[in-house]
């Protein structure tokens, strides 16, 4: 125990017995315990008397240490999150003509990119689809072909057309499930990106 | 005390004293007192833990050209006093337990709280 100390005295040994923490955790609790001070000495009891009055300094910073979660220094020490030093700042400053036009560009460029492959997605859509409706369109136009060749007697002619029909009906399944596989694919693959971007976007 | 046991008394505590209205950590301390004696030392973890738990929020506020934190009690807060309610019965339970076990003994006699339950 030493003498009687006054805040600034008392508050310097704290920031020395605690210097192995983290900055963020001696700042709180030097807070902490300036605050209490302030008000023991608003409620009329002298600074001395007020630090006094706190107790032991050791045992101030073992419960300090008491609750200071060992995972949180970890944490702390994985995501460096300081601030920009004024050199940097001043830096950034200067460069900035370079390094914004650069950015700029990446950025127009990955707008691109996206851009390029929602058209191709939509592309391929865009083909099945049409092989869908027009493999449709060839099996309606085969029947009618048929029976009106039937009708005047021309029943070869009649024949190719409906195969040509048959033919397109199957093309027209084919690519039908064909578009339905992709469509189911495309959106289910979007939602994960979604996701997934969102769930990267909680983390930081 | 048990270490244990006071730590969870002391957390419902100051949750209590920070119930009806945000307080700040001297006042906590005095309201308190009449009850439960607590030092500036003892509170500041109690108030780490509080807050790291989300059982109560901080604030600042500018109080004569300083800063003072006032704490906010939060919905999970008032649940943990809500469980301790719940538990002190259990609590009580357990005591006459012990208390009848001593008695049939002889060795203590007063058993004079605990059971205004």
Known sequence: ?204 | MDIQMKRGLLDVCVLAAIRSAPSYGYRIIKDMSPFVPISESTLYPILRRLEAAELLTVFTVEHNGRLRKYYTITEKGLDRIESFKSDWKEIVAIYHFVMKDTDKNGKEGDVDDGKNE
């Open chain 1, 1 to 204: 125990m030493m003498g009687k100390m006054n805040k600034a005295e008392f508050l310097a040994e704290l920031r020395r017995s605690l210097s192995g923490m983290q900055e963020r955790d001696i700042e709180r609790s030097l807070d902490y315990y300036a605050e209490m001070i302030d008000d023991r000495v608003e409620d009329g009891v002298t600074e001395e008397d007020a630090v006094a009055g706190l107790g032991d300094i050791n045992d101030c910073v073992l419960q300090i240490m008491a609750e200071t979660p060992p995972h949180a220094v970890r944490t702390v020490k994985l995501k460096p999150k300081r601030k920009l030093r004024t050199w940097e700042i001043v830096l950034l400053a200067v460069g900035s003509p370079v390094w914004v036009p650069l950015a700029l560009a990446a950025a127009v460029v990955a707008l691109a990119c996206a851009i390029t492959a929602f058209a191709l997605v939509l592309s391929v859509f865009a083909v099945l689809y049409c092989l869908v409706i027009s493999s449709a369109a060839v099996v309606v136009a085969g029947i009618i072909e048929f029976l009106t060749s039937v009708a005047i007697g021309e029943i070869s002619r009649g024949l190719f057309i409906l195969g040509m029909g048959v033919t397109a009906a199957g093309l027209a399944i084919i690519s039908y499930i064909c578009a339905a596989n992709f469509t189911v694919f495309a959106g289910k693959t979007f939602m994960r990106a979604v996701k997934s971007f969102k769930r990267r976007r909680e983390i930081k």
